[in-house]
């Protein structure tokens, strides 16, 4: 089975940018989606099909995606952006037998 | 407004039965797929099972196969995940989650089930 690897945590001060790495085996060709999780609440998608923002979520919220990382780039960190964030892809069988999302193990970030 | 509303998780004990619900509303139930979702405490997502629009597809992860059985009513917008054999393991927050191409655009809130004696 695919597996997505996230650093466990990413600390940044307010205002710079906090950059999310999600390391997979040429993720590169796969399309990548990120969430965000604060304490206590769902998931909400920041970032679809790489670098894709679903409405409402902040233009400072950004992906990137090549050869075997991807990145979630966070500008202008706001204490209000301190939360975990997750990757996920989709993986398939060569038979189509087990089409499943595949989540990375989750970053923390910490805005100092 | 899209909601998911999760509801029929609570207190089991090992070996016991549970059968989870996520009604849906604001959008056209049956032209989506569906995924359950949990989250053990502490701990980051973890895919459980997934449905296509008209039940003709249905995937699980292997550490529920054999156990969990998904399913949905397009007619009452509800999707379900009737879950035996739980063990200590299966303690988590289970979301469920709209699909959207492959990703996931709408979640619920979650209900939480916990495996005790």
């Known amino acids: 089975s695919y597996v997505l690897t996230q650093p466990p945590s990413v600390s940044v001060a307010p205002g710079q940018a906090a950059r999310i790495t999600c390391g997979g085996n040429?993720?590169?060709?796969?399309?990548v989606h990120w969430y965000q999780q604060k304490p206590g609440q769902a998931p909400v998608l920041v970032v679809y099909?790489?670098?894709d923002r679903p409405s409402g979520i902040p233009e400072r919220f950004s992906g990137s995606n090549s050869g075997n990382t991807a990145t979630l780039t966070i500008s202008r960190v706001e204490a209000g952006d301190e939360a975990d964030y997750y990757c996920q892809v989709w993986d398939s069988s060569w038979d189509g037998s087990s089409d499943h999302p595949v989540f990375g193990g989750g970053t923390s970030l910490t805005v100092l | 407004e899209v909601q998911l509303v999760e509801s029929g998780g609570g207190l089991v004990k090992p070996g016991g039965s549970l059968r989870l619900s996520c009604v849906a509303s604001g959008f056209t139930f049956s032209t989506y797929n569906l995924n359950w979702v949990r989250q053990a405490p502490g701990k980051g997502l973890e895919w459980v099972s997934s449905?296509?629009?008209?039940?003709?597809?249905?995937y699980y992860a292997d550490s529920v196969k054999g156990r969990f059985t998904i399913s949905r009513d397009n007619a009452k917008n509800s999707l379900y995940l009737q879950m035996n054999s739980l063990g200590a393991e299966d303690t988590a927050v289970y979301y469920c989650a709209r699909d959207w191409t492959h990703y996931m655009d709408a979640w619920g809130k979650g209900t939480t089930v916990t495996v005790a004696s």
């Open positions: 099909d790489d670098s």
């Open positions: 040429d993720i590169g060709s796969k399309s």
């Open positions: 449905i296509s629009s008209s039940s003709t597809y249905m």
